[in-house]
């Protein structure tokens, strides 16, 4: 499960390669860990860069909070995967699997070569606390898969950002499916 993705930018150039208004064009932490802040892109009157905090409150019983949809048929994730308003563009310049046996884990890193800024698929709502988003997940990719089979990141391709942030249920659904693997890279040590 990723839980730490980088970015290495600031809010004017994600604006500017997503097509996006920012209200500040202040650099973003490079490091992205749950419960962080981080910039991701709305679609409301136009796109707009919108700061929000990694990860949805717990449901009931849960202890942590929510920071990857798997199960897109959960009735936890319905009401925001249905609406086109909650659904954003999680920008990442790469992210993080972790490889090894507890105590020894060492930080494996993914990223896409040709697109140094690329966007995981997302959902956001509104919380007591402001904002929060998560990003989906999905089976992993063969290059993913080889250093954690249970799953990876919904990456979308660029033509797809409208149809994710616009689409019906059943379109945005369809595009929860494994990147490429000769698209990405795992990074050397």
Known sequence: MCTLYALKTTRAHIADIFGATAATTDPVAEDVYPKRLAPVIVNADNRQ????????????????????????????????????QRRCLVPASRFCEWEGEAGFKRKRWFDVPQQPLFAFAGLWRPTEAGPAFAFLTCAPNPLVAAIHPKAMPVILHPEDHALWLGGDRSEASALAAPYPSQLMRLEPF
């Open 49 to 84: 860069v919108q700061d929000m905090r990694w990860g949805f409150p717990p449901p009931v019983n849960g202890k942590a909070p929510v920071v990857n949809v798997r199960n897109l048929t959960s009735p936890f994730w319905a009401a925001a995967l249905g609406n086109p």
